[in-house]
Each structure stands twice: as C-alpha cells, then as structure tokens.
C-alpha cells in the first residue's frame, strides 16, 4: 500500500513539474505567436484612376550628349491603390508600334510596389543618351510612351530623341518610383500668425503655425475646401487664400471668429 503511494506521490510530482515547465513555455517569448489579423488589402490602380505624364523640368536633364525626363503618376481616383515600384515602359511611334528602345535592368525588387492615397503622386527619372556619339550608331523619335499597370497600360505625348550604338537596341535607365513630396505654401494671416499648409492627398491637410503641426482632414463644405481637426479648421478658396478658426472641443464647426490667411 505504501509503495503504491509513493508511487502516486512521485507521480503527481512529475505532472506538476511539467504543468509548471508547460506554463514557464506558454510565456516565454519564444513561444509561438499568432499573426496578427492582416489589414485590408490595397487593389492595384487602375488605369482609369491614374493620370500619367512628363515633365522634362525645362531641360535641367539635358546636356553633354544626354537628356531625360520626369515620368509623373498620379491617383486621380477617390480610393487608394496600389502600382508597381519600377515602372514598365513601351515607347511607340505615331501609329502605336513600338519602337526598339529598352530600358536597362533595374535593381528594384520586381515584387515591390507603392501604395498610392487619392491625389497622391510618384515620380520616376528617365535618362537616354540624346547625341549619336556612337560609331554606326542610330537615333530613334518615339511619339508615345505606355506605362503598364497591370493588364492596362496609360500613355502620354513624348519628344525624346534617343540614340545607341550600333547592332544594339537603344537603352534608356529608370529610377523606381518615389514619392513626390507636397509643397509646402506659406501663408500670413491678418492676426499676424504665419501658417505654413501643404496638401499631401485630396484628403488632408498638413497645416504648422505657432510651432506645432496639425493633421487636418477634409470635411463638408458649400465650396472650398474645409479641413477640420482637434483644435482648428483650415478652410482653403484656392492655393492662395484660406480661413483660419479655432475649434472647441467637440465642435466640428467654429464657434469662434477666424482671420484670413493669404499665400503670395
């Protein structure tokens, strides 16, 4: 009787050890963690929403036998989506038949892209040689160049000249897509308070004055638009001119008077 006790006892002892070891397991950190619940995917853009063009920067890419151009995309749609970090172009002639031009390998991951908010723009610099500086070289004009985006592509006007060594296809380089940051306009206002306000979306407004910045979004408005916070409504008529008002708390309206701010 007394062996089967200890017996028991020795094994009671051991469950408890184990539950404790099990338990010490449960909260250490190397014990398994769930992923946390994934956030909402962002769809790819359309071309629909996106506005393509380029901006040769009044020629500040040109010179020594080279050139380029700015490659500007932006969301013109009212979701956010999302386009591939490095850009994938075919330049075509007047008539939509590509042209034997290709850009040279990228180092960008394939699989990265960018996530574009509503009114929201990336920028991609785009270098050819511009000068037939080769032995049996040649020199192409496109009229077009296609951007892909996805299955779809979105096209624009081009007025490069492009040249390349003989035997070979013409090459150009692209830099992946990059934010464009937002400029930021200075405003003085009749109180005598300077704001300084810049618009990264159609949707916000990042408004600084008195040494703090404040992240205002839209709101309703008859006409303008009105950009509300905590503390302050940023009411705009035009880059230009703009309503300052405090809010109280609460409020989603002023209460109080406000002064008008102008940007030269």
């Not at 006790?5 to 009671?12: D, E, G, Q």
């Not at 963690?33 to 853009?45: G, L, S």
Request: overall charge negative.
């Amino acid at each position: 009787m007394k062996t089967q006790l200890a017996a028991s006892t020795t094994v009671f002892r051991a469950v408890l050890v184990l539950l404790s070891l099990c338990t010490i397991a449960a909260c250490s950190s190397h014990a398994p963690v769930a992923n946390p619940t994934p956030a909402a995917a962002t769809n790819a853009c359309r071309a629909s929403q996106l506005g393509f063009s380029v901006d040769s920067g009044d020629g500040q890419f040109n010179g020594m036998s080279h050139s380029g151009t700015m490659l500007v995309v932006r969301n013109t749609g009212t979701a956010a989506c999302i386009v591939p970090a490095q850009p994938q172009l075919v330049l075509t002639d007047a008539d939509k038949r590509p042209v034997d031009i290709i850009a040279q390998p990228s180092a960008a991951p394939a699989s990265s892209t960018i996530r574009l908010a509503p009114g929201a723009a990336v920028e991609s610099e785009m270098r050819w040689v511009s000068g037939n500086v080769y032995e049996d070289g040649h020199c192409e004009s496109p009229a077009l160049i296609d951007l892909a985006i996805g299955g779809e592509k979105v096209s624009t006007a081009f007025t490069g000249h492009l040249c390349g060594a003989g035997g070979k296809p013409t090459t150009y380089t692209l830099t992946p897509f990059r934010a464009v940051a937002a400029p930021v306009l200075s405003y003085a206002c009749d109180d005598g308070r300077k704001v300084q306000a810049s618009y990264p979306d159609t949707a916000t407004a990042v408004v600084t004055l008195d040494g703090n910045t404040h992240h205002l979004h839209i709101a309703i408005s008859a006409d303008g638009a009105r950009y509300v916070g905590d503390h302050w409504q940023w009411w705009t008529k035009g880059m230009h001119d703009a309503w300052l008002s405090p809010l109280r708390e609460g409020e989603t309206y002023p209460s109080a008077n406000g002064v008008a701010c102008r940007a030269p």
